[in-house]
Each structure stands twice: as structure tokens, then as C-alpha cells.
């Protein structure tokens, strides 16, 4: 499997709740290997195989919880 990582801004993080949905929602994607979100730089690290998922539609998935994707 090729993986691919991706990095998004997302704004409204607001604590540790915020950390474990994202985590939660996202780890379960097909296709997504692995998650981590840094609160201190409002980051959320994506690990993935796009031949599974796009990085659209996980940013899709991020505004589906009630994230903006800061550029």
C-alpha cells in the first residue's frame, strides 16, 4: 500500500474533545492509517492511501464535524 500524508489547518478546535472526535471519525475512513491532531498549532495529520480515499473527501469529513480548513 502507497500511503500518503497529509497535513490540514482546521480551525475550531477547542480541546482535548475536539482531539478525540477527529481522531474517532477519521481513524475509522477506509483507507486512513493514521491520525494525530496538534491543539498547539491547530494541525491535524493525516496518513492515508489514496488509492482508498481522497484527501477531498476527508476534508469533506472535517467540515461534516464542524471544522473549517484554514489555508
Do not use: F, W
Not at 500500500?1 to 482535548?16: A, C, E, F
Not at 471519525?25 to 496518513?47: I, K, P
Amino acid at each position: 500500500m502507497t500511503r500518503k500524508q497529509s497535513v490540514y489547518r482546521v480551525g475550531g478546535l477547542k480541546g482535548d474533545h475536539c482531539r478525540d472526535r477527529i481522531e474517532h471519525t477519521l481513524s475509522h475512513l477506509g483507507g486512513v492509517a493514521d491520525v494525530s491532531v496538534d491543539l498547539g498549532s491547530n494541525q491535524v495529520r493525516v496518513e492515508y492511501d489514496p488509492g482508498k480515499i481522497a484527501s477531498g473527501y476527508i476534508e469533506e469529513t472535517l467540515q461534516s464535524l464542524g471544522y473549517s480548513i484554514q489555508s
